[in-house]
């Protein structure tokens, strides 16, 4: 590359193209990648022993890791060497430029690609670039796509289909969400009669085959009509375009009240195109496509109304939003306003990210603390309106009213022995029906978050009144003083959670934390493991 300037040859070994699937070949131009060593995955991104998605994963890159790289891309996959190992990575979650460069230049098609009105697959097509064809880039590309002048508009282009000029950018790609327009050279077939037409509810690819891997004839324009020449079959529709067979997908294509009772049985017939709305009964991804493998735009948090299509694709359902089109779970809609209820703790509960015990715990909430409920519930669980983010409680725990004290509910759940009493003392526990409601809140929580610690002391003799007032608790670790790790763990989770628990202080392996004030402190060698508190967490409450 001699006679260029330093920056145009850093930015030429930055220009990597993704080829286009053109008849089942991946077409992958040759622009100076081989001078880069490196790759960046732009997610986190699967390494596997062989150019397949059915291959040995053999391990993760991280978003924005980098991994050597030992050859240019070879169809959708790059060579790498991942661990001192050949291994493969996909070509379309791995950034080969430097992305930081003035978004400013032209674009040139390395395949017929689709111009769009917006960043996604589902926006209207404004036109077609034809292979060689250049195209002004406007502005910084984001989620695989570059924002381009068509004609005088903005548009969008999928970046995998670009190569770029010596003063442009390449722009990372992501997702290989976007499909090259490739124009037919094949032959018109003869024979095929029109039954009926329909309108294209968006812009909609025109196939040669019932599938998304056959050769695109055309791209029929939101509202432009298609003549129609026989049933639907598993989800695609047999039309005729320019005299020749050609198949559209059956779920963006409206079809005419003729059409309709020639070809479709009841079970087929399209919903109403009339826009509905709906709402959400729970936080939900709004998606680029139907399945959880698109794409999330955003989050809508719960009573989000939503304008449905009508159009419906394996359980997603799609919905208008600020003139894009894009999907959401059909489980999660309503055609009502879910309404919230309130509920009240029983005791010191845990609030979970999901429905089982299974799930992280966010925090402990105290006895009679007020949830938001959402009326959602699942293998036991309460889903909860917790300031905007969805939790879960374990129903068992929730009351239509507050509890008081002589209730015995402020005490945390009892766990019943093999004699059938309510004792708190198995395991060989000793001491804690004499303790306070909050010592108990402390015993009933640890049996709940830590099953495998069986073992826990509270009243007894000694010089200081924590334990013999019923306010300290010892939690002895299964192993003894062989458990760092898990008395640990407890240690961190009491801290997290030490306000909701009434937790004065802490004592764990010779060091004490002071609720309120910062971090551990060394005390003084007491003698011992026991008495140095290296086989136990020890735990005083307030009251």
């Known amino acids: 590359m001699t006679g260029l300037s330093k920056r145009a040859r850093k930015t030429m070994t930055a220009m990597v193209a993704v080829g286009a699937l053109s008849g089942g070949v991946v077409l992958v131009p040759q622009v100076a990648v081989a001078v880069l060593s490196t790759a960046r995955a732009t997610t986190a991104l699967n390494v596997r022993l062989s150019p397949s998605t059915s291959a040995q994963v053999l391990g993760v890159l991280a978003a924005g890791e980098q991994v050597e790289r030992r050859g240019d891309p070879r169809g959708e996959w790059t060579p790498v060497r991942y661990r001192g190992q050949d291994a493969w990575v996909f070509s379309a979650y791995l950034s080969f430029g430097d992305l930081g460069s003035a978004p400013d230049g032209t674009a040139t098609a390395t395949a017929a690609v689709n111009v769009r009105s917006g960043a996604s697959t589902l926006s209207p097509v404004l036109g077609v670039l034809r292979v060689g064809e250049s195209i002004g880039v406007t502005g910084q590309a984001y989620g695989g796509w570059v924002p381009v002048n068509y004609n005088g508009r903005d548009g969008y282009v999928y970046a995998a289909y670009l190569s770029f000029d010596s003063t442009t950018t390449t722009p990372p790609v992501s997702t290989p969400t976007e499909e090259p327009s490739t124009e037919s050279d094949g032959e018109p077939s003869a024979g095929s009669t029109a039954t009926g037409s329909g309108t294209a509810k968006t812009a909609l690819n025109v196939r040669s085959g019932p599938s998304t891997n056959d050769r695109v004839l055309h791209v029929l324009a939101a509202g432009e009509r298609i003549d129609v020449r026989g049933e639907v079959q598993d989800g695609w529709v047999p039309v005729i375009w320019n005299g020749q067979d050609a198949w559209v997908a059956s779920q963006y294509l409206t079809l005419s009240d003729q059409t309709t009772s020639q070809t479709q049985s009841p079970a087929d017939q399209e919903t109403s195109t009339e826009r509905s709305t709906a709402y959400t009964t729970s936080a939900l991804n709004l998606r680029t496509g139907p399945g959880t493998n698109y794409q999330v735009v955003r989050v809508l948090p719960i009573n989000t109304a939503v304008s449905l299509t009508g159009v419906t694709q394996d359980g997603f359902s799609q919905v208008a939003d600020g003139g894009q089109f894009y999907w959401v779970s059909t489980t999660y809609l309503t055609s009502e306003v879910t309404t919230t209820t309130t509920a009240f703790t029983t005791t010191a509960v845990n609030l979970r990210t999901g429905p089982s015990t299974d799930y992280r715990v966010v925090r402990v909430l105290p006895v009679n603390t007020e949830v938001s409920l959402t009326g959602v519930s699942q293998d036991g669980f309460s889903q909860v309106n917790d300031n905007g983010e969805l939790r879960w409680i374990s129903t068992t725990y929730l009351s239509d009213s507050r509890v008081t004290n002589d209730q015995g509910a402020v005490q945390g759940p009892i766990a019943p022995v093999p004699d059938g009493s309510t004792s708190l003392n198995t395991g060989g526990s000793s001491g804690l029906d004499q303790l306070r ?31 013999p007032s019923g306010r300290a608790v010892d939690i002895m670790m299964p192993n003894g003083a062989n458990d760092q790790a898990l008395g640990d763990e407890v240690a961190a989770f009491l801290q997290a959670n030490a306000d909701a628990l009434n937790i004065e202080y802490l004592i764990w392996r010779q060091r004490i934390w002071i609720n309120g004030q910062s971090g551990w402190t060394w005390m003084a060698d007491r003698g011992g493991i026991t008495a140095n508190h290296y086989d136990h967490v020890h735990v005083t409450v307030y009251s």
Do not use: C, W
């Not at 709940?448 to 334990?467: C, E, K, W």
């Open 437 to 467: 409601p909050s010592s108990k809140q402390i015993v009933a929580t640890i049996r709940l978050n830590f099953p495998q610690i069986t073992t826990m002391y509270g009243v007894r003799a000694d010089s200081l009144p924590d334990h």
